[in-house]
């Protein structure tokens, strides 16, 4: 079946960019149908969607984080990617990549926990 | 856009029903019914329980039941057992204005 695996920097200095990337294995990131997707959890916290991408490219955005983050896809290596910039303190979370359908997210990584701080 | 409302905690003893909320507005949970619900055990991530307001994925039981009146919605355990103690979190597409999704403040649920 699909798993999802987040790889990335546990550390990021502030101001910095984050960068993590999500490798799907089981399944091809190119077959329609799903967008891939980034969802974080403060500590301690509820969950934010960040954003997804469909394999074609198209991405969509939470509005309130739009003009600092970007997500790529990678078919060739069946992956995709979260970029993050001008990070702060509350960017601190753990970060899930996850495969979305148009109405849930059905299959989660067990995400990573970014910490930022100097 | 504001997360939804939902209760801090909810409590029952194994065999019961518990009941949990989910509010938001028109533009979100009243006005799609991409209304998903998502059980999250400590240190794990989220697993999808329910999607399309009242659907439930392939594996999980049919002890889990949801339902979405106006601007509220509801999952429902019923036979409380005790691996159901966890987070509970639904989630509304809430793309009125702008592509987004929003989700729950969480629900802890506590079998006694």
């Known amino acids: 079946q699909v798993q999802l695996q987040e790889s990335g920097p546990g550390l990021v200095k502030p101001s910095q960019t984050l960068s993590l990337t999500c490798s799907v294995s089981?399944?091809?990131?190119?077959?329609?149908?799903?967008?891939w997707s980034w969802i974080r959890q403060h500590p301690g916290k509820g969950l934010e969607w960040i954003g997804y991408i469909y394999y074609s490219g198209s991405t969509y955005y939470n509005p309130s984080l739009q003009s600092r983050v970007t997500i790529s896809v990678d078919k060739s290596k069946n992956q995709f990617s979260l970029k993050a910039t001008s990070v702060t303190a509350a960017d601190t979370a753990v970060y899930y990549c996850?495969?979305?359908?148009?109405?849930?997210?059905?299959?989660w990584g067990q995400g990573t926990m970014v910490t930022v701080s100097s | 856009q504001s997360a939804l409302t939902q209760p801090r905690s909810v409590s029952g003893s194994p065999g019961q029903s518990v009941t949990i909320s989910c509010t938001g507005t028109?533009?979100?949970?009243?006005?799609?019914?991409?209304l998903s619900w998502y059980q999250q055990h400590p240190g794990k991530a989220p697993k999808l329980m329910i999607y399309d307001v009242f659907k439930r994925p392939s594996g999980v039981p049919d002890r889990f039941s949801a339902s979405k009146s106006g601007n509220t919605a509801s999952l429902t355990i019923s036979g409380l057992q005790a691996e159901d103690e966890a987070d509970y979190y639904c989630?509304?597409?809430?793309?009125?204005?702008?592509?987004?999704?929003?989700f729950g403040t969480g629900t802890k649920v506590t079998v006694l």
């Open positions: 089981g399944g091809s990131i190119s077959s329609g149908g799903y967008y």
């Open positions: 028109s533009s979100d949970v009243g006005g799609y019914n991409y």
């Open positions: 989630c509304s597409y809430a793309g009125t204005h702008t592509f987004n999704y929003v």
């Open positions: 996850a495969r979305a359908v148009e109405s849930a997210f059905d299959i």
